[in-house]
């Protein structure tokens, strides 16, 4: 699976921003895509989640109600649509995929594939 993230930028506090996740090479559907961000000097973090075809989302306490994650099986692409961004939301993005069977869905070193990241900056 290659995965390819795109969509990021620079938006005021309290604007909104869609992240796009498109992936190609293998059937996406037995996978489960993550979203995570890293900003300097910390370490990566979990956003969010969706099990592909029609599974459940989850969400990082500090996003819940914010971010959602939705899905287009058409084009096989996974989206984070972004609102409310606050400052401490700038980061690099990234996305990437488990088999949906995985248990650590919270996890960095559980994920197989990611994408290359992009730039999320939120101004105040």
């Known amino acids: 699976v290659q995965l390819q993230a795109s969509g990021g930028g620079v938006v005021q506090a309290g604007g909104s921003l869609r992240l796009s996740c498109a992936a190609s090479?293998?059937?996406?559907?037995?996978?489960?895509v993550g979203w995570f961000r890293q900003a300097p000097g910390k370490e990566r973090e979990f956003v969010g989640s969706?099990?592909?075809?029609?599974?459940?989302?989850y969400y990082a306490d500090s996003v819940k109600g914010r971010f959602t994650i939705s899905e287009d099986n058409y084009e096989n692409t996974v989206y984070l649509q972004m609102t409310s961004l606050k400052p401490e939301d700038t980061a690099v993005y990234y996305c990437?995929?488990?088999?949906?069977?995985?248990?650590?869905?919270?996890?960095?070193?559980?994920?197989?594939?990611w994408g290359q990241g992009t730039q999320v900056t939120v101004s105040s």
């Open positions: 990437a995929a488990q088999p949906s069977s995985s248990l650590f869905l919270r996890v960095a070193g559980a994920y197989e594939y």
């Open positions: 090479g293998r059937t996406f559907s037995n996978y489960r």
């Open positions: 969706i099990r592909r075809s029609g599974g459940n989302t």
